[in-house]
């Protein structure tokens, strides 16, 4: 092309060269990306020019010498850390058309202050184009438009309520990002909930200084203001602390898997139909993106496949069937360390854990009660139908949004390690508990009577003593020492507890409200059924933090600095693991209990621990193409079931497969 630069340098020949960094995604539209930054062109090409032949033609470009012909090609290269001028006035909207800033007026205000907020907010090394990477699709998934979809349906407040502050605030900078580029629909919904849970988290009457917050007093304490803009977002995001953690070691992608395989569990498969139909497979990929993980997604779903593979020999090591099964299920021929994954996916985490319980409390009926119970490290709640894991907390605090969002049920707390003031906490927030655990002195509980039973009278005492039984004779076979024999004189242990067995009339009940009278007989039955799935499916150290890569066990050791002693760099990284296990065990609870409720509601209680029995041995092969993963599950009763119930439904545009379809089969 030929193209007048300033008056100054003719080009006869100009080839432009678009090169995508930071994702394997060029977005929905590849061409659209490319022409805008044709039509930016010739804006940025005069100061590119200047720049690449000031040197050596300083003096022709300043007009004192003769016209010069370059013939040797020129290169020039333009990193876009944020859109230019020319791009700021255009927009791509998921039907691919442009409009103008001018259609909204929200974007056509605020535009240049997004622009400076993430001058100021992001690294000035980061490339922006890489944090709107987006799967393959009609539609493009960032975080912005997850957002707008929570909000839509009135859950984006409750989330972000959720989250902590470092998710927060990562997250308020990719959907700042986001909006340069596009703006949802419901995309002033999503700034007026940011804006507001910025506002609510400050100290009370304590406005940033420099924000407009000043300028305009708060109505009360932590109130956000009438009308939030991104200026008030970059002054609330500035006032946050920011200790941003160091970045591990990048992540090297390993090779993609292609073939046919055999796994010796169908069960990670099984869980993409139900994860799907809940909408949590489309969080994964907004989440990722938010940290610059999307390229990763398959690293999450191994995780999660491993929540229902065999549990790890020595409580680290997994077989080489768990590791061939979770490769293939995130469709990849092997598995990186997982470790380092954990360290930097953990700020997208609470996200998908806010999805996941924001689905369960849709569907909660309040009359109904949630169990709580100790987890060692936190508390766990837990629909006591179906028996589906809500959330983790590390506190009461962390729960108490979820039992609000549920229509704020009875609890019943079982005995378990809880946390200091658990019950006390739980009472003060105006929540109907009954427990067997011994409350604490100050914990405003009562104790709840237990009044004999109408029907039952004490056992009469034997008025004459009981004969003593004669001795075998020598010959005699011996006689069975089972404590569980009849009439066998020695005492009888204490039967484990079932859901048939109810609690001993010494065990005392504590209760604070008023929960439902029948609780106190139910709640042996929740209590065996909760130990019976924290047993299954308590989270393991199945992504190993240790030396793993010589074959050894996760370990660490602090080292001397300075005659303190610094602490080991393990457990931070262990604690990583724990909560990347933590949020997929989750995630695999829900997708098993989804596929029992399914299948065995009509005639047994269903819990996800009977969907892990009955399928983890079911053997698959799996074919893996350019378009599809095909599973194909021998023919059976087990067949039957899942394919009767509709669990084995295609999954279409799976995150972590590259946007194919996962398809089952049965031969």
């Not at 993609?256 to 010796?264: I, L, S, Y």
């Not at 484990?496 to 008023?514: C, E, F, H, I, V």
């Amino acid at each position: 092309m030929t193209t007048s630069t300033a008056g100054d340098v003719t080009v006869h020949r100009c080839v432009v060269r678009v090169v995508r960094r930071g994702g394997w995604s060029w977005g929905p539209d590849p061409r659209g990306l490319v022409r805008q930054a044709l039509d930016a062109l010739p804006e940025l090409l005069p100061e590119a020019l200047a720049a690449a032949l000031g040197e050596r033609f300083a003096d022709a470009l300043a007009g004192d010498g003769p016209d010069l012909e370059i013939t040797e090609p020129v290169t020039v290269t333009v990193r876009l850390r944020r859109p230019p001028a020319t791009l700021t006035g255009l927009v791509l909207t998921p039907d691919h058309s442009t409009v103008n800033y001018a259609a909204n007026s929200t974007v056509d205000s605020t535009v240049d202050t997004v622009n400076s907020a993430v001058d100021g907010a992001v690294d000035p090394g980061a490339d922006l184009l890489a944090v709107v990477a987006a799967p393959p699709g009609p539609d493009r998934r960032t975080p912005a438009v997850l957002f707008a979809e929570l909000a839509g349906r009135g859950e984006l407040v409750p989330l972000l309520a959720s989250l902590p502050g470092e998710t927060l605030r990562v997250f308020l900078l990719a959907v700042l990002a986001d909006l340069v580029w596009s703006v949802p629909p419901n995309g002033d919904a999503v700034l007026t909930a940011l804006a507001a849970e910025f506002a609510r988290r400050q100290p009370p009457g304590s406005p940033p200084p420099g924000s407009p917050l000043t300028e305009s007093p708060l109505p009360g304490p932590g109130s956000p203001p009438a009308s939030p803009s991104p200026a008030d977002l970059l002054a609330l995001v500035r006032a946050q602390p920011a200790v941003p953690p160091e970045p591990p070691p990048a992540v090297t992608s390993p090779p993609v898997a292609v073939g046919e395989t055999t796994v010796c569990s169908v069960l990670p498969f099984l869980l993409a139909g139900p994860l799907a139909r809940i909408g949590y497979l489309d969080a994964i990929g907004p989440a990722l993106a938010a940290v610059d993980l999307l390229d990763d997604a398959p690293l999450f779903a191994a995780a999660l496949a491993y929540q229902v593979l065999p549990a790890p020999e020595r409580g680290w090591r997994h077989t080489a069937g768990a590791h061939a099964a979770a490769a293939a299920f995130a469709g990849l021929t092997e598995l990186p360390d997982l470790g380092r994954f954990a360290a930097t996916v953990a700020p997208a985490l609470p996200v998908l854990d806010g999805v996941l319980a924001l689905s369960l409390c849709r569907g909660h009926d309040p009359t109904d009660p949630l169990l709580v119970t100790g987890t060692g490290d936190g508390l766990l709640l837990v629909d006591s139908v179906g028996l589906f894991p809500i959330a983790w907390a590390p506190d009461v605090v962390g729960l108490l949004g979820h039992w609000a969002a549920c229509g704020r049920p009875d609890l019943v707390v079982c005995d378990s390690p809880l946390p200091p003031h658990c019950l006390r906490d739980l009472a003060e927030a105006g929540a109907a508990v009954i427990t067997t655990v011994r409350p604490l002195r100050g914990d405003p509980l009562t104790r709840l009577p237990r009044p004999t039973p109408p029907w039952t009278t004490p056992a009469p005492q034997d008025p004459l003593p009981r004969p003593t039984p004669p001795r075998p004779a020598a010959d005699s076979p011996p006689r069975s020492t089972s404590p569980w024999t009849a009439g066998d004189s020695l005492p009888r242990p204490t039967p484990p507890r079932t859901a048939g067995n109810p609690l001993p009339r010494s065990t005392p009940l504590w209760t604070a409200g008023n929960p439902a009278p029948r609780l106190a007989a139910d709640l042996p039955a929740h209590t065996a059924h909760l130990d019976e799935l924290l047993a299954a499916l308590s989270p393991e150290l199945s992504v190993p933090p240790g030396n793993v890569e010589n074959g050894g066990p996760p370990g660490g050791r602090a080292t001397e600095q300075g005659g303190r002693r610094s602490p080991d760099p393990v457990v931070g990284r262990r604690a990583a693991t724990r909560a990347l296990e933590r949020s997929a065990m989750l995630a695999a609870a829900l997708g098993l209990g989804l596929i029992s409720w399914n299948l065995w509601r009509e005639r047994e209680t269903p819990s996800p621990v009977l969907a892990l029995a009955r399928f983890a041995d079911l053997e698959a092969t799996v074919h893996h193409t350019s378009d599809a993963v095909r599973v194909r599950l021998p023919l059976g009763r087990r067949h039957a079931d899942l394919l009767r119930a509709g669990a084995l439904t295609d999954v279409p545009d799976v995150v972590w497969l590259g946007g194919r379809t996962l398809t089952f089969a049965g031969g």
